[in-house]
């Protein structure tokens, strides 16, 4: 599916482990696994085409990931899928982020990030209650290897109550195509290992 066009893009921005879970360490994000589709993921304000493909994390039969592909001759274009996250809590701290997966034998320059913003209605509405946060970034020269981007311990602002988590892409050049891949997404009160970023909401 694409995504609204826009030259600006503000910071509104897989399989189940069979590990038990940590106490208090719910992934919050739906299909962040992206199981078969790319279903509770909607267009966020950018340039690009968001689709579900086989490719996984972990190559798990049946799963996969969500491919992202800008291929936009202009530079400084940004695509992002987006998903609101309800049930925040400002009295925890919070771990989020993404795996991501760039193929090589691309000629476009840019990086692939998660961005975080929070809210203080219940369903990401209204005016975000500060700037948005963004994880490390993956550039472009990371290609063919799965990457972990994350934060740990997060504390949201006073009165959060909901949160907006946007896997991006962001093409620095006037070449194209730049395509990424986001597989195992989490957004949950820490801690959440690295090895218990696939686990799904029950």
């Not at 001759?73 to 925890?92: E, F, H, K, M, R």
């Not at 959060?160 to 957004?187: E, M, R, Y």
Request: with cysteine.
């Amino acid at each position: 599916m694409n995504t609204a066009k826009s030259h600006v893009v503000p910071l509104v921005l897989g399989v189940i482990c069979l590990i038990a879970p940590h106490a208090g360490a719910q992934n919050l994000v739906v299909n962040g696994n992206f199981d078969g589709d790319i279903s509770n993921w909607t267009d966020g304000v950018g340039e690009g085409t968001f689709v579900f493909d086989v490719l996984d994390n972990v190559g798990a039969p049946g799963s996969g990931s969500g491919l992202m592909s800008i291929t936009s001759t202009g530079p400084l274009w940004t695509g992002i899928a987006i998903q609101c996250l309800p049930g925040v809590s400002d009295a925890n701290l919070y771990d989020w982020g993404a795996r991501a997966f760039i193929p090589s034998g691309q000629a476009a320059t840019g990086n692939v990030f998660v961005q975080l913003v929070w809210y203080s209605t219940l369903a990401c509405t209204g005016s975000p209650l500060a700037s948005g946060t963004q994880t490390n970034l993956v550039p472009h020269t990371t290609t063919d290897t799965w990457v972990t981007t994350r934060i740990d311990a997060q504390a949201p602002p006073a009165g959060a109550q909901s949160a907006i988590i946007a896997l991006s892409v962001s093409k620095t050049s006037t070449t194209q195509p730049l395509n990424a891949h986001f597989d195992g997404v989490f957004f949950g009160v820490g801690p959440i290992p690295v090895e218990l970023q696939t686990f799904t909401v029950e």
